[in-house]
């Protein structure tokens, strides 16, 4: 009796372990992909920074409102915006009270970006809507 219930386990215990290395070998391509997927999402180029603390007064002295705040860039090529601070914030054009309507990113959340190309040449000034003190431009050369 003993002498069949051996090879029996054997077997089973084999058809196991190959089921085993087959799911696990499944799981881990599905990892490396996920994984790969994510790094190729998180590449983001960041020209101007909202830095931390600039929802209160005095970012403005220095002209740290929007690092850096002023940006040159190539006609048609864009601009990307990166809030860091834990407030919100916009990137909207014009001046505090008089926004001239070409671009407005709305409140930009922590860590949220704003990408904006710009096809025209010219000198756009920009500031936030929440803080009259934040403001920076765009030149397009
Ligand atoms: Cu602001």
Redesign the pocket.
């Known amino acids: 009796m003993i002498k069949k219930i051996i090879p029996l386990v054997i077997v089973l215990g084999v058809s196991i372990l190959i089921i085993g290395i087959y799911l696990s070998s499944l799981n881990f391509e599905e990892t490396d992909s996920e994984e790969i997927n994510s790094q190729v999402e998180e590449i983001i180029i960041v020209d101007v920074v909202?830095p931390i603390k600039?929802?209160r007064p005095g970012c403005d002295i220095e002209d740290i409102?929007y690092i850096p705040s002023t940006v040159i860039v190539e006609k048609g090529k864009s601009v990307t915006w990166l809030n860091e601070?834990s407030?919100?914030?916009?990137v909207t054009s014009g001046f505090y009270g008089e926004p001239s309507g070409i671009f407005d990113s709305g409140y930009l959340d922590p860590y949220q970006y704003y990408t904006l190309s710009f096809d025209e040449y010219g000198t756009y000034d920009y500031f936030?809507?929440?803080?009259p003190w934040?403001k920076a431009q765009v030149i397009v050369k």
Not at 87 to 90: E, G, M
Not at 128 to 131: N, R, V
């Open positions: 909202m600039v929802s409102c601070d407030s919100f914030h916009s936030c809507t929440l803080h934040m």
